[in-house]
């Protein structure tokens, strides 16, 4: 039930822009994007929910193509303090036996060089 | 200040014995989760509770037992049937599916 996330890496100059994509093979209720530094607790960053409604920060935008179950985070002018590995979370829009899981992707890993 | 605290942070024990790792909340949160992380796995799902004296198994319950007798608190134990038992484990809360989740500063368990 693990959403799918690519890259598995990514390495930047500071500046430079990344996008990092998550799929699911399921409908989706919500897709959460958070960033861990080593050793730390994850952090959240953002929220996207069905039908549009989306909450998070203010320099890190994300998209969610609910009918492709798909959400993509995007970093512009990445800083150094970016530098971390970032996840995809999902709730699945199924009312069963799932509701209420928040699973997890495999994680990116972004290297911001100055 | 509101939050969700594990502990400890840093915990060993023998091969074969059971061990409790601490969740608690004062964020008035309903759902609570544990998750296992691994390098390269991210985090996989072990238990989660939606509501009080309620909880359901993750994808890698096995090894694993939780209880959720009060709000606050959701403990995980990680008894002997667990193969694999070293691993960082991080704690969870959310108000539900439309919010996001807080996490606990984890607890790295080492098992010789």
């Known amino acids: 039930q693990q959403p799918v996330q690519s890259p598995q890496a990514v390495i930047l100059r500071e500046g430079e822009d990344a996008v990092i994509n998550c799929s699911s093979s399921?409908?989706?209720?919500?897709v959460h994007w958070y960033r861990q530094k080593h050793g730390e607790a994850p952090v959240f960053l953002m929220i996207?929910?069905?039908?549009?409604e989306q909450k998070g920060h203010e320099k890190i935008s994300a998209s969610f193509n609910e009918k492709k179950q798909q959400s993509s985070l995007y970093l512009t002018a990445s800083q150094l303090s970016y530098s971390g590995t970032y996840f995809c979370?999902?709730?699945?829009?199924?009312?069963?036996?799932?509701?209420?899981?928040?699973?997890f992707g495999r994680g990116t890993q972004l290297t911001v060089w100055p | 200040d509101g939050g969700i605290t594990q502990s400890p942070k840093y915990l060993f024990r023998k091969e074969g014995q059971n061990v409790t790792l601490s969740c608690e909340q004062n964020?008035?949160?309903?759902?609570m989760y544990w998750y296992r992380q691994d390098p390269g796995q991210g985090l996989r799902l072990i238990y989660y509770?939606?509501?009080?004296?309620?909880?359901q198994k993750g994808d890698i319950a096995e090894g694993y037992s939780v209880s959720r007798e009060k709000k606050e608190s959701f403990p995980l134990t990680v008894t002997s049937a667990q193969k694999n038992p070293t691993a960082f484990y991080l704690c969870?809360?959310?108000?539900?599916?439309?919010?996001?989740?807080?996490f606990g500063q984890g607890t790295r368990l080492t098992v010789v």
């Open positions: 509770s939606q509501i009080v004296n309620d909880f």
């Open positions: 964020l008035n949160h309903d759902a």
């Open positions: 996207l929910l069905k039908g549009g």
């Open positions: 969870a809360s959310s108000m539900g599916v439309r919010t996001e989740a807080f």
């Open positions: 399921k409908a989706l209720y919500s």
């Open positions: 979370g999902t709730h699945l829009a199924d009312r069963g036996s799932t509701l209420g899981r928040l699973y």
